[in-house]
């Protein structure tokens, strides 16, 4: 299917270290979905923020120029596409 994105991740159970994406082009948002059981947090370092990311949330994100993560959650399976 057409779409505008280069490359689709899906990240299963997985923490995810503070990073940069380097694919990514500092001029676009980058879409991250939410799926699973999980009770898990999204991290944005380079503003000081923590957001809930609980099944169904999407974030729009510049990933190459803020860094992210994805810490160790408490339960639940955790999906991801990046």
């Known amino acids: 299917w057409p779409s505008i ?3 689709i ?3 299963v159970n997985q ?7 380097k ?3 500092p ?6 979905v939410s799926l699973g059981t ?5 991290h944005i370092s380079d503003l000081c923020s923590i957001f809930g990311y609980r099944p169904g949330t999407m974030i729009y994100l510049a990933g190459k120029l803020l ?7 408490e339960k639940g399976e955790r999906i991801a596409l990046a």
């Open 5 to 7: 994105y280069v490359s």
């Open 38 to 42: 999980h009770d898990a947090q999204f």
């Open 9 to 11: 991740d899906v990240i």
């Open 67 to 73: 860094h992210h993560s994805v810490p160790k959650w």
């Open 23 to 25: 694919v990514s082009a």
């Open 15 to 21: 923490e995810t270290p503070p990073h940069l994406d």
């Open 27 to 32: 001029s676009l948002l980058d879409l991250l």
